[in-house]
């Protein structure tokens, strides 16, 4: 990969130049399928504009309603996943993004009526197609809202097709018991996927401690919340766990008042290491460039900007090609 970007990010930042920082290689390690494509991709495949998004949703359960009632309905049939797959990986390609790591739901199959196996080929026929111009290692994405058993021998399915790369606990922080889950991230980590799991956005630091005291997280989505206990912050940085923060993501949501307020420049100053990512492009309307100027507005210099850029493609495997 030719090193040259790092001027060129260095040239984005001071103009706010766009299109300048789209032209630099990144990771998106911590972004949703279905919820990734243009705006434009659904309103489409529904036949009418969608409803205007809310700056901010004021609390996880209007987030929710908000895709229930808007974004499912265009989400019914196998066609139309592949086509909002497909929008959400050229967008993504668009964006200078070379490795994603996006998420899948374990649940998606069922909603659009289709058995695992046929909707991991799709998936991998999607990878195959745009893997030129980016890489996408599938996750599989498990709610906390889903039973453990059933999500045990759902993922236990998944995993053994050996398409999913990594294994990601999301949803709302407050449903479901975390150490219920351990018996299925250690089948993860028998089969060689990479731990994530949501932490550290609607609850406190204490989540963050307990995913990785109990799930042995390589990573924590979110996971910003740390920020509040010196002690979890300083664990994280002693044991190199890397927090996916999504910046914009964390202001719609609530966790922070503006993006000057956010904690993650404090982690940074901790040693915590921190990549940024999108998370739900079609609901935040920020993808991985724009996050990058955003993270000036948040306190970064340059040179931390390009730290962080270096540290996404850090998480890259050194087996796995890029374009």
Not at 102 to 116: A, E, T, V, W
């Amino acid at each position: 990969m030719d090193d040259g970007w790092r001027a060129t990010l260095r040239q984005a930042l001071e103009h706010r130049d766009l299109e300048a920082a789209r032209r630099v290689p990144k990771t998106d390690l911590h972004c949703h399928s279905m919820l990734s494509a243009p705006p434009e991709t659904y309103a489409a495949l529904l036949g009418r504009p969608l409803a205007p998004v809310p700056p901010v949703f004021g609390s996880f359960r209007a987030f929710g309603d908000y895709i229930g009632t808007h974004l499912f309905p265009a989400m019914t049939t196998p066609a139309n996943v592949r086509t909002i797959i497909r929008a959400a990986f050229e967008r993504m390609a668009t964006d200078g993004v070379v490795y994603s790591e996006m998420s899948f739901d374990l649940l998606l199959p069922d909603f659009i009526g289709m058995q695992p196996a046929a909707f991991l080929t799709l998936v991998s026929e999607e990878v195959d197609r745009i893997a030129g111009r980016l890489t996408v290692a599938p996750e599989v994405g498990v709610s906390r809202g889903l039973p453990p058993d059933e999500a045990f021998a759902r993922v236990k399915e998944w995993i053994a097709s050996g398409v999913c790369r990594s294994i990601d606990l999301y949803d709302d922080e407050r449903l479901g018991v975390l150490r219920d889950f351990a018996p299925l991230y250690r089948l993860a980590a028998d089969h060689g996927l990479k731990l994530k799991a949501h932490a550290g956005e609607l609850c406190g630091p204490d989540a963050v401690r307990e995913a990785i005291d109990v799930l042995g997280v390589h990573a924590v989505q979110h996971g910003v919340r740390a920020a509040e206990d010196p002690a979890i912050a300083e664990l994280l940085a002693s044991r190199g766990t890397v927090l996916h923060i999504c910046p914009t993501s964390n202001y719609s949501l609530g966790v922070c008042d503006a993006l000057a307020t956010h904690p993650a420049r404090r982690l940074y100053d901790m040693g915590v290491r921190l990549t940024v990512n999108s998370d739900d492009f079609t609901l935040f309307g920020a993808d991985v460039s724009q996050e990058l100027l955003n993270l000036t507005t948040m306190g970064f210099t340059p040179d931390d900007v390009v730290q962080i850029v270096d540290n996404g493609l850090a998480e890259i495997p050194a087996n796995v090609p890029t374009p």
